[in-house]
């Protein structure tokens, strides 16, 4: 018998998981009242990946001795792995009851309370356990992970760098002690530290990327689009928001004055994605601004779904005019009364900043938003400010869609369309007679084409190409006026309000 464990111990030792688990069963049947055999069973069960027979062979073991003090902590630990936390919390409190100083059972107590959210409780956890081992790595690491998250930066950095006197190749602890240094301001410092995880840890992506930010805090251009490309063929597309974020930082290097080395990013980023919509379209924006006629459905919805939770928020900041500049003329045109209401629709309506503006001119369920985006169209819905809420592409709908609309908006909307002349013939066939269309375009003032793809990803216009357009749609230009639309990368983005309508040939002789 006991030569029959000590083989089994090998086997475990030398990672031959089935061949002890084999042994241990046997023994379990030889002595079905010996909860360590089961405990031992469990052990290779968990090894081996199957957490359900582990958890299974630790409840007989806790069966035959309910006060089995490893029983009790191996069922906690595997429950938590399984995510059932309360019942993990509960086994691990009745280990204390046993051993009031069992390290394990404090550890997976404070790391229940940790994926609770509850970073106080887990904070007293390690703290216990850094009470009774000062020496404690694992205590250490995790008082520093827990302060981090509750944005405790100087005490993050105190015990990361207490970490590393323990265990100085500590890849984890590097990067807790980058990550607080990062949010201190204090760049360089931080950049030594990430660096030093990256070279322990050459798998760990994500310290590419916080590589990058750091280097852009130091206005490090070079050095943070080399770690941002590195960081973006490792995701090697897989993530959109990766991919959205590099498109972004292109533009965000070109505005500022690192042109040329935006550029040749962007054109490693379209030869190695040429099929990814998203690529072709940002990647166009800073490599080639004549590429492209139009913005990808499939670019529009990825970008707007992500922008959507913080998009009224940021618009705001960059001094947003397109609404008001329609409201204004929906008060010049528009004659608002109880009396007279309007059937309009608001094409890329977005999160409704133009909708409210519009609602009190709307006839009773007068009002429709069209948009792509799920994500914004579910944050129009929480204003509760249109009628109706089609996702859809814009042209799809005026295609398909039959009836006709006496004003149609679109508030920074055509800057996704180069080409305008699809959607300026659907938006007149969709208008009645007299109907008006009322909408922003940014003005092209990069050259002298008609449209042209800026470096931010959106189309600027002449006026003259929108004025021909209009009038080849059967459209007739009322008004157009310059004005200031937004700001973008600290410059203002100039562009037109414009009003057409849509003539009523009956009244013709």
């Known amino acids: 018998m006991e030569n029959l464990e000590q083989q089994a111990s090998v086997f475990f030792g030398k990672k031959e998981y089935k061949k002890a688990l084999e042994i241990y069963t046997l023994l379990t049947k030889e002595n079905p009242k010996n909860e360590e055999y089961f405990i031992s069973c469990g052990n290779c069960h968990d090894a081996l990946g199957d957490k359900q027979a582990a958890l299974e062979c630790y409840e007989q073991a806790l069966k035959i001795n309910r006060h089995s003090e490893n029983a009790l902590l ?101 990067s807790i002690a980058g990550n607080s240094l990062y949010e201190l301001g204090k760049y360089q410092k931080a950049i030594d530290y990430f660096l030093k995880a990256a070279e322990m840890d050459e798998n760990n992506v994500e310290l590419l990327s916080s590589l990058s930010d750091a280097y852009r805090s130091i206005n490090d251009w070079e050095n943070c689009l080399l770690f941002a490309w590195r960081y973006i063929k490792r995701k090697n597309g897989e993530s959109s928001a990766a991919t959205l974020n590099f498109g972004y930082l292109l533009y965000e290097g070109y505005a500022e004055n690192n042109q040329e080395l935006a550029e040749k990013y962007a054109a490693k980023w379209l030869k190695r994605f040429p099929e990814d919509k998203i690529v072709i379209h940002m990647g166009n924006a800073i490599a080639d601004g004549h590429a492209l006629d139009c913005s990808s459905a499939e670019f529009i919805k990825t970008a707007f779904d992500a922008f959507a939770s913080s998009f009224d928020s940021t618009l705001n900041d960059l001094d947003y005019q397109a609404p008001l500049l329609i409201d204004n003329e929906l008060a010049r045109y528009l004659k608002q009364s109880v009396f007279k209401k309007y059937h309009i629709l608001d094409l890329g309506c977005g999160t409704g900043l133009c909708g409210k503006h519009l609602k009190k001119y709307a006839a009773y ?40 609309f006496q004003v149609i908006t679109a508030a920074d909307v055509l800057t996704y369309f180069g080409d305008l002349t699809k959607v300026f013939v659907r938006i007149s066939k969709s208008l009645t007679p007299n109907g008006l269309f009322i909408f922003t375009i940014s003005e092209n003032n990069y050259n002298g084409s008609d449209f042209f793809m800026a470096p931010s990803g959106r189309f600027v216009h002449s006026l003259s190409y929108v004025e021909r357009v209009l009038k080849s749609s059967g459209l007739k230009v009322l008004s157009q006026e310059q004005h200031i639309l937004r700001n973008e990368a600290e410059k203002a983005i100039h562009g037109y309000v414009v009003v057409a309508q849509k003539p009523d040939l009956s009244q013709k002789s």
């Open 74 to 174: 191996n069922l906690s630990t595997i429950n938590y792995e399984l995510k059932d936390y309360d019942a993990a919390a509960e086994l691990s409190e009745k280990v204390l009851n046993i051993n009031p100083k069992n390290i394990a059972a404090l550890q997976n107590l404070g790391n229940i309370a940790y994926c609770n959210a509850d970073y106080q409780s887990a904070l007293q956890y390690y703290q216990q356990i850094y009470l009774y081992n000062p020496q404690s790595y694992i205590a250490m690491i995790n008082i520093a992970n827990t302060y981090y998250t509750m944005e405790k930066y100087v005490l993050a950095l105190d015990f990361a760098q207490k970490s590393l006197v323990r265990h100085p190749s500590s890849s984890v602890a590097n």
């Open 365 to 404: 369920k007068g009002l429709i938003g069209v948009d792509l985006s799920e994500k914004m169209l579910e944050e129009a819905k929480n204003k509760k400010i249109y009628s109706s809420l089609v996702c859809d592409d814009i042209c799809n709908y005026l295609e398909t869609n039959s009836y006709l």
